[in-house]
């Protein structure tokens, strides 16, 4: 009864010790990163989208968020990010991000140069986006030159 109960114990550890070992594996951990996390995340994004037309509609006003989404140069823009927003509710959430982001760049690229400005106004960000090298860098894309104010 002790070498089966003792054979029983080998058995579990055994088997603990597989599961263990496949847990860290290629397709184990590719498998964990497809499924785990993005869908664990999918409905944070999904309501993170959805804040974030209501804040632009809160803080523009209505009818300013209208017109600024529905401009007719911005309309591929709009687009692809009210498509990628609907895709990341249904819940293609890569693909969805990726078109979101494509729409996000074409609808608020011209604020960029502003942003920039700003944020080199700021103490440690300020150091960073003044090195000469990134310095160089955002000066040959003409980022960062204007200030609104």
Known sequence: MTQLQGHKVYESS??????YLTWFSKEREKERLENGFIRSTK???????LLFLAGIGLG????RTYTFFF?????KGTICFFF??????VGRTIFGLAIEAFGFINLFGDAFPIVIAILRKL???GNILNHPTINNWLNRTDAGSELPF
Do not use: H, R, T
């Open 14 to 19: 055994n088997l603990k010790l597989m599961k």
């Open 123 to 125: 103490p440690i960000i």
């Open 71 to 75: 401009q007719k140069k911005k309309m």
């Open 43 to 49: 409905g944070l994004l999904a309501i993170g989208n």
């Open 84 to 89: 990628g927003i609907f895709l990341v509710i």
């Open 60 to 63: 523009l006003g209505l009818v």
